[in-house]
Every structure is written in structure tokens, then in C-alpha cells.
């Protein structure tokens, strides 16, 4: 029965490529429209001679058991468990991510110290709000102080918003609160350790993020997957899609359309048009794109960390990762990378400036701060990613809200992924819901 469902799948990224994963796993018919030269989507390995590098800080965190003995059946051996602890770059010093009290205590002055304590035991003691954004849960996490100094410039950076326009789901689980008993236990513990976090253990493929979508891309089956196919129309009659015409006029018909592209690109591809009152919800969606800029260095390491953040304003980035300390395998033994995210647009770099305008950029800052050695410097390369993250502001949610509402009514029409779903979501909760789209259309 599953050999007569046929499944077509808008994007080859992760969402794109989990759907058609788990569906050829049960023998559904698969095809992949994929309009870049390469799968992967935001989770590519970039590979430039000696050195490995991806286009993000990608790690996959064991939150959902399934979902990791799935990729550990799918690589073998060539998934590796990291313990690499995350790190804040903050006016010349290190501290810890998450923020640990023992850094607060040796780092900063009485007076300083005496504020965050004070802020953090009121915050417990008094009963507060639901938070209404982003800024709430910050404050309510670690306290005005801190989030003042860490917390709010690196998301406001990161988003190109303020931090009490954006929602709290952009946390994405990563903020865990200074309380009273951690505040007791850290004081007294004898080695600042971020093991056992979400931030200093994960998984790794030996070869670089991208591998875990390469090989699902060989499970699917290549000749299923049609690279550079670049759809034009999506075309839809009664309340479902019929079929899609791709640039070069093809129409192919469509039973069942799974869409993980960006969902500005799905409401100006169908045909008919969607009402102008449910396209004029269009304006107040954005995506955020950024800059990775790779360094490459004649030096054995940089620093041992997963991802250092740096939450200057002054700072034209937002964090650097160093491949290999995520494998050996990223760069050759006496030489390493720094990958280098920078945020375009809204509080970042303009998209019009040069590669080696932006390269300048952070190379001053870095050269500034006394961060690097320039005679270290072997060659950079600056690739950019487009709509690497939807910015998920309070005011943009109503309006998906009324968009998803009329997606509903397209009843062969499913949506999976980061992009399309409009939600800042990881690897595991992308394979988790491809897993259950797949497991829901075999029951239709």
C-alpha cells in the first residue's frame, strides 16, 4: 500500500530530507525539488582543500532518543559524542555559557556582585508574570544586570530586533536560570564544569554536520532528488494542490506536496492567488541571513570551545565555532578555522558591502582585541546564507497565525521545517516531526 503513496518534497535541507527519509524507509515514492546545486540547505560542510567547515555552529544535542539512534544507525562510527564547553567573550575576559556564579563572583567588583545576588534571590522570592517576550525571560532568568550586559545586546544582535519584540521560543532551551540552590552548589564546587548542558555535550559526525544529510540523501536515492529545480507555480484547485510547474515550464502533477522553503516564496508561488488580506500578512514576516566567514590559521588551535559569543554591539559578529574542535577531521593537524557568523541587516552588516569590506570588519575587531595574530592568518573565504532563521517577533506571530489558517484549508498540503513552520527549532525537533508527518500521511 505505502508503494502507491507518492510524496513531493519542496526543499532538500534537513526538513526536506528527513521527510524523504523516513518515507523511503517504508517504501512511499519520493521525489525532492531542491533549487541549489547541493543538498543540505543551511546544514552544508563546506569543503576547501585541507579544511572542513559548515555553514553554522551545528551540533546535534540528545533530546530525543529516537531521533539520536536514528543518525547513530544511519553513521556508524562516524558519529562522534563532543564535550566541549560554550564560552561569552565580555570586555576582555571569558565567562562561561551558561553564565556561572562562580565566574560572577571572581569576575566582577562587590558592587556589581552585590546587584546580580540581590536581583537574582528577589526574582525567586517574588511571585512575577507569565513572560510576555523575550526580555522578561531574560530578567527573570538571571536578572537585569546581567542580561543587560550579556544577554539583550547579543539577542538583539543576533535577531536585528529589540529585545521585547521578539518571543520567548527563540531561547530554544538554552537559558537556565540562576537559582538559589545552583547559586549554594556553585560556590562551592571545586571546578567550573558545563558538561551534562545543552551547550557543552553533543553529537558530531566525523566529517562535518553536513554528512548527516548526505547520507540521507544516498538512503533516499539521488535520482530522486532533482538539484537546481527551481518551482515557479505551486497550482491548486478545491481545496488541493494539483501540481507544480517548475522554471523551465515542466507541470508535474502533485498527490501529496510537503513544503519546507521559506513561507514567503510558498504564498507567492500559488496559483491562484491567496486573498490580498492574507498576502498583506506577508509584510510583517522577515528572515534573517548571515555572513560565515572562515579564517583559516597556521596554528594547532584557537581555543578548546564549542562557540564563543560575543555580545559587544560594537562587535560586527555574533559568535565564532572552530570545526575542529568538534573533529579532528575539519583541519589538519597543525593548522585550524574559525568560522565567523555575522548578521545581516537590521543591527549588522549591510548585504551591498564587499567580501572584503566585511573580512576587514572583523578582522579590526579581532586584530583589535589582540584576539589574533595576523601573521597567522593563511586565507579566508565568506560564503553567504540566505533565510538561515525566521525572526520570530510577538507582532509576526499573529500574522502566521492567520497565514497557517489558510494553509489549512489546502488539505494535500503539509508543512515541516524551520523556515515553514516559522519556528526556531533544532535537528532533533525536525527529524521528530518529519518522522510523525510521514507516520500522519500513511494514515491518510
Avoid at 207 to 220: L, R, V
Amino acid at each position: 500500500m505505502n508503494n502507491k503513496k507518492k510524496i513531493d518534497i519542496i526543499g532538500g535541507g534537513p526538513a526536506g530530507l528527513s521527510v524523504g527519509y523516513y518515507a523511503r524507509k517504508i517504501g512511499m515514492n519520493v521525489t525532492i525539488y531542491e533549487s541549489t546545486s547541493l543538498i543540505g540547505g543551511n546544514c552544508k560542510t563546506i569543503i576547501d582543500g585541507e579544511f572542513r567547515y559548515d555553514t553554522g555552529a551545528h551540533r546535534l544535542h540528545d533530546k530525543d532518543s529516537t531521533v539520536t539512534n536514528e543518525i547513530k544507525s544511519l553513521l556508524g562510527d562516524s558519529l562522534l559524542k563532543v564535550s566541549s564547553p560554550s564560552k561569552i567573550y565580555f570586555e576582555g575576559r571569558s565567562f562561561n555559557f551558561p553564565i556561572n556564579i562562580k565566574d560572577i563572583i571572581f569576575k566582577f567588583d562587590l558592587k556589581t556582585l552585590s546587584k546580580i545576588l540581590i536581583e537574582n534571590i528577589w526574582t525567586r522570592l517574588r511571585k512575577t508574570r507569565s513572560p510576555q517576550h523575550f526580555k522578561d525571560v531574560a530578567y527573570s532568568s538571571y536578572g537585569k544586570t546581567i542580561s543587560d550586559m550579556f544577554l539583550i545586546p547579543y539577542t538583539e544582535k543576533l535577531w536585528g530586533q529589540k529585545a521585547d519584540m521578539l518571543d520567548i521560543s527563540i531561547t530554544g532551551g538554552r537559558l537556565k536560570s540562576l537559582d538559589l540552590k545552583s547559586i549554594i552548589i556553585d560556590m562551592f564546587k571545586r571546578k567550573n564544569n558545563n558538561s551534562g548542558h545543552y551547550e557543552g555535550d553533543f553529537y558530531y559526525p566525523v566529517s562535518g554536520f553536513g554528512e548527516i544529510f548526505e547520507a540521507m540523501g544516498s538512503s533516499i536515492g539521488l535520482n530522486n532528488i532533482h538539484l537546481n529545480s527551481k518551482i515557479s507555480y505551486i497550482e491548486h484547485k478545491d481545496k488541493n494542490i494539483t501540481s507544480i510547474i517548475d522554471s523551465n515550464g515542466a507541470c508535474l502533477p502533485i498527490k501529496n506536496l510537503v513544503y519546507t522553503a521559506s513561507l514567503d516564496h510558498l504564498f507567492k508561488s500559488l496559483n491562484p492567488k491567496p486573498p490580498q488580506k492574507i498576502l498583506d500578512h506577508l509584510d510583517n514576516i522577515k528572515y534573517r541571513s548571515i555572513f560565515i566567514c572562515a579564517i583559516y590559521l597556521d596554528m594547532k588551535n584557537f581555543s578548546s570551545n564549542a562557540s564563543i559569543y560575543f555580545p559587544d554591539s560594537g562587535c560586527p559578529f555574533t559568535r565564532i565555532y572552530e570545526p575542529k574542535n568538534r573533529s579532528k577531521k575539519m583541519s589538519p593537524e597543525n593548522k585550524t578555522c574559525l568560522v565567523i557568523e555575522v548578521p545581516v541587516g537590521e543591527n549588522g552588516l549591510d548585504d551591498s558591502l564587499s567580501k572584503k569590506m566585511i573580512y576587514e570588519k572583523i578582522l579590526n575587531y579581532l586584530i583589535d582585541k589582540k584576539l589574533l595574530d595576523l601573521e597567522k592568518i593563511i586565507n579566508y573565504k565568506i560564503v553567504k546564507v540566505n533565510d538561515a532563521y525566521p525572526v520570530i517577533s510577538t507582532d509576526s506571530l499573529i500574522h502566521i497565525e492567520k497565514m497557517k489558517e489558510y494553509l489549512l484549508t489546502i488539505k494535500n498540503l503539509h508543512l515541516v521545517g524551520r523556515n515553514s513552520d516559522f519556528e526556531y527549532i533544532h535537528t532533533h525537533d525536525i527529524m521528530r516531526r518529519s518522522r510523525l508527518l510521514v507516520n500522519k500521511m500513511v494514515s491518510l
